[in-house]
Nanobody
Framework: QVQLVESGGGLVQAGGSLRLSCTAS????????VGWFRQVPGNEREFVAG????????DYGDSVKGRFTISKDNAKNSVYLQMNNLKPEDTAVYYC??????????????????WGQGTQVTVSS
């Protein structure tokens, strides 16, 4: 089973940028689609972005389109989320998750195989 570890979260001012990393161990990510999700306490988990197995297809939640970019480096067994023009409403715990043999970047609603432990992103106004 793939193990996922997120990093790169932190505190940033509104309008700033952060880059999250999700690194896998135990398997190679080239058989997995990987997505980023976020959750605020008391709210449902929200799909942020996803990328297909080979990185050719990606998809984004409506609230982050045009500001966030997901990328995948199978050689480094890692997926990245570049977050620009951050807003206070982007504050959440961000999780990466993976699904094997999934050919789309739209992981919204997918039955995911593995989840990371999450990394906190806080955007101050």
């Amino acid at each position: 089973q793939v193990q996922l570890v997120e990093s790169g979260g932190g505190l940033v001012q509104a309008g700033g940028s952060l880059r999250l990393s999700c690194t896998a161990s135990g398997v190679t990510l080239n058989t997995y689609a990987v997505g980023w999700f976020r959750q605020v306490p008391g709210n449902e988990r929200e799909f942020v972005a996803g990328v297909s197995r080979f990185g050719g297809m990606s998809d984004y939640g409506d609230s982050v389109k045009g500001r966030f970019t997901i990328s995948k480096d199978n050689a480094k067994n890692s997926v990245y989320l570049q977050m620009n023009n951050l807003k206070p409403e982007d504050t959440a715990v961000y999780y990466c998750a993976a699904k094997q043999y999934y050919y789309s970047g739209n992981l919204n609603g997918a039955d995911l195989d593995s989840w990371g432990q999450g990394t906190q992103v806080t955007v101050s106004s």
